[in-house]
C-alpha cells in the first residue's frame, strides 16, 4: 500500500467545509522536455519567437541559475518527491524500462575489464513509498490531474494514476510519444502487435499534433474543476525526440537568421513555437476563468537543451545503409536542419547529458499575482528538489511526516521577504560521463570518477560570474577551493546514500589504457588496446563501427604535421578529425584530413599534413581496423612550421 497523508493533517475545517475547498490557490506546473536555458526569447534567444513566454516572464520571477539533472526521468521523480535523484534512485532516462528483480543488486554482477569501476544502475520506476506532490495535494482536497509524459516506470502501480493523480492522459511512460501526429498508437519494439492507445491516449482526427490535444486535455481539466482547487501537472513531450514538427512552421524558420549566429534549427524552433502556443492557451484559459489571481503557475524544464542528436557525419550515416529504418528519419531531419543538433545553448557549455552548466541550467518562471512582484529576475541557486516544499509552503499546507525532502522552500524569495538558506547545491549523475557537481555561491566543481577521452581532468573548478561558459578549469591553481568543495561532496553522498561505483575485480589496465601507461591522454574508443612486443596493438570491438584513438591533450591552434608509424597486414583508409574549443560536438563535415596505410609487414612511416586554424579541443586518429588489427610504434603530432613535438606517444 503507497502511504497516503492524513486528511486531519491536510484539511482544516471552518464550519464543517474544508478550507480548500475554494479558496486555496490552484497550481499549474508547466514543464518543457529538453528545452535549453536560451530556447526562449525570454531568456535571449534571438532565433525562437516565444511571444507568451516572454509574456510570463513579464509577470513572474524569471531565475537566472535554476537547475535540473542533465536526463529527464531523474529531474521528474526530483520534483515529485523533493528529493535528490542520488536518494530516490532514478539516475538515468531508464522509466522506460522494465523494473529490476525485487532484492536484486543495483549493481551488475561483472563489467567489461576494459571498465575500471563497475557503476550501479538507475533504478527504471519511481518508489511506491515515495509521497508524492500530487498525493499531498490530493489528500488536501485538491483535485490533481496530469497530462503528458510520464517515463517515471513501466509497470501500472508507478504510473500517474497510482501517485496521487485522479486524472491522467498520456501514452506510455517512453521517452517521446511514439508520434507526434495522429494516429498515436504507433507500435514499439518489444510491445504487442497491433497495440493502440498505450497508457490512455486516445487518437484524435488524422494529422492531429499532439502538443495540441494534450492542451486541450489540459484545459478540459481547468474547466472541470474551476470551482474547486486542483493541481494540474503538464509535462509537454515537446521538445524531445522523434521532433514531429509542423512544417509551415518550420519551413518559415528556415528562412531566419539568428542575429547571434548561434541557433539555426528551423525544427527546434518549429516545435517550441508550438509549445509556446499551448503555453498561451493555459494562460488565456485561466484568464478567461477569472483563476489567474489564484493561481501559483511555474514554468521548467526537465534538463538542458539537446545539442547531441542527429549529428551523424557522412560516415556513420554510410554504414547505415540505405535502407536502414533510420534513414527516412536522418533524410527529414537533414531536409531542414541539415548536420545541425536541435538546439545550440551558447554561451553555456554542452548541453543534455552532460554536467555543464548547458546540461543543467534550465528555465525558470514562477507566476502568483499578488504575492510575486511581476517582471522580476533572480539568481538564486534553485532545482528540482525545491519546487515540492516551495508549493506545499505557498498553500500553507505541511510537509509529511514520514518522508525525507532534500529541497528546500524558495518562497521567501519569490515575496522577496528572504533568503534560501543552502550552503551549496548538488548535482548527482553517474552515467554516461560519470560526475557530481557542486555549486557554492559562483563556485562549481565538478569531480569525475575516472578520467574520460574527452574530458581527462577528473576535478574541473569554474567560476560562473566571470566564466559562465566553463572555458577556465582552475582545479590546479586553487586546490584549497577544490579541497572544500570535494568535502561537501563527500558530505552529500554519504547524507543521501548515493550509490558510488565498486572497482571492477575484473579491471585489466593493460586492455583499456595500454597508452596511458605510457602517456596518459590517448584513449581508445570502439576498439581494445594493448601494448605488446613495442608497439601499440589496436583491434577494433565485436559489433562496433567507428573505431578511433582520441585525445583532449593536443590543445593548438596551428597547423600540424601527424607522424605515424604503423603497419597492418590487411590495410586500409584512415581518417584525422578535430574539434574545436569553440564547438560544442564534431561538425558534419569538414575538419578532417583522410590517408591510407598500405597492407604489409613493413612498418610504414606516414606524414598527414592537418591544415588547424583555430584552437583544438580533441583531436580523433580513425584506423582502417575493419579486416584486422593495427600495430603502432609511435604516434608524434608536430607543429608544421617547426618541427617539434606538440603531443608524441612512443610504444617501442
Known sequence: MKLTWTAVTALLFVGGVPAAAKDQPNVVLFVVDDMGWMDSSAYGSQYYETPNMERLATQSMRFTDAYAVPLCSPTRCSILSGQHSARHGITSASGHQPPAAPNASPYPEKASPAAQFIFANSKNFIDPAIVTLAEVL?????????????????????????????????????????SYFSPYGVVTEGRPTGQHHVGNITDGPDGE???????????KFIEVHRDEPFFLNLWQYGVH???????????????????????????????????????????????????????????????????????????????????????????????????????????????????????????LMVRWPGKIKPGTTDNTVVGAIDLYPTVLDALNVELPANHIVDGLSFLPVLERTGRL??????????????????????????????????????????????????????????????????????????????????????????????????????????????????????????GKRNPFLGTAQIKTGIPLTLHLRARSQTGGAGMVQWKLAAQENFPAQGQTVEFDLPAGSEWQELRIDLPIEKTTQIVRLYLPLEKGPVEIQSIDYLDANTKKSVKRWEFQ
Not at 504510473?159 to 485522479?166: A, K, L, T
Open 241 to 363: 525526440g522523434p521532433w514531429g514538427h509542423k512544417e509551415e512552421y518550420t519551413a518559415a524558420f528556415a528562412k531566419k537568421t539568428d542575429p547571434r549566429g548561434e541557433q539555426r534549427n528551423p525544427i527546434m524552433a518549429s516545435m517550441l513555437k508550438s509549445v509556446d502556443e499551448s503555453l498561451g492557451r493555459v494562460m488565456a484559459k485561466l484568464d478567461e476563468l477569472g483563476l489567474t489571481e489564484n493561481t501559483l503557475f511555474v514554468f521548467y524544464s526537465d534538463n538542458g537543451g539537446n545539442v547531441h542528436s542527429n549529428r551523424e557525419d557522412d560516415r556513420k550515416i554510410a554504414n547505415l545503409g540505405v535502407n536502414h529504418p533510420k534513414m527516412a528519419a536522418i533524410r527529414e531531419w537533414r531536409k531542414w536542419a541539415g548536420g545541425e543538433g536541435p538546439t545550440n545553448n551558447a554561451p553555456l557549455r554542452e548541453g543534455k547529458a552532460r554536467i555543464y552548466e548547458g546540461g543543467q541550467r534550465v528555465p
Open 209 to 219: 499534433y499532439i502538443t495540441d490535444r494534450l492542451t486541450d486535455e489540459a484545459l
Open 138 to 178: 490530493r489528500d488536501a482536497d485538491y483535485r490533481t490531474g496530469h497530462f503528458g509524459k510520464w517515463h517515471l516506470g513501466l509497470m501500472p502501480a508507478n504510473r500517474p494514476d497510482q501517485n496521487g493523480f485522479e486524472t491522467t492522459w498520456g501514452c506510455a511512460p517512453d521517452p517521446g510519444p511514439p
Open 421 to 542: 538558506n543552502r550552503e551549496a547545491y548538488f548535482t548527482w549523475f553517474p552515467h554516461i560521463i560519470p560526475a557530481v557537481s557542486v555549486r557554492k555561491g559562483e563556485w562549481k566543481l565538478i569531480r569525475r570518477f575516472e578520467p574520460h577521452r574527452d574530458y581527462p581532468e577528473v576535478r574541473e573548478l569554474y567560476n560562473l560570474t566571470k566564466d559562465i561558459s566553463e572555458t577556465n578549469n582552475l582545479a590546479e591553481t586553487m586546490p584549497d577551493r577544490v579541497k572544500a568543495l570535494d568535502a561537501l561532496i563527500d558530505e552529500f553522498i554519504a547524507d543521501t546514500g548515493a550509490l558510488v561505483p565498486k572497482p571492477n575485480p575484473a579491471y585489466r589496465p593493460q586492455v583499456a589504457m595500454a597508452a596511458r601507461s605510457h602517456d596518459a591522454g590517448l584513449v581508445p574508443k570502439m576498439c581494445s588496446v594493448e601494448v605488446k612486443n613495442g608497439a601499440l596493438v589496436v583491434t577494433m570491438e565485436p
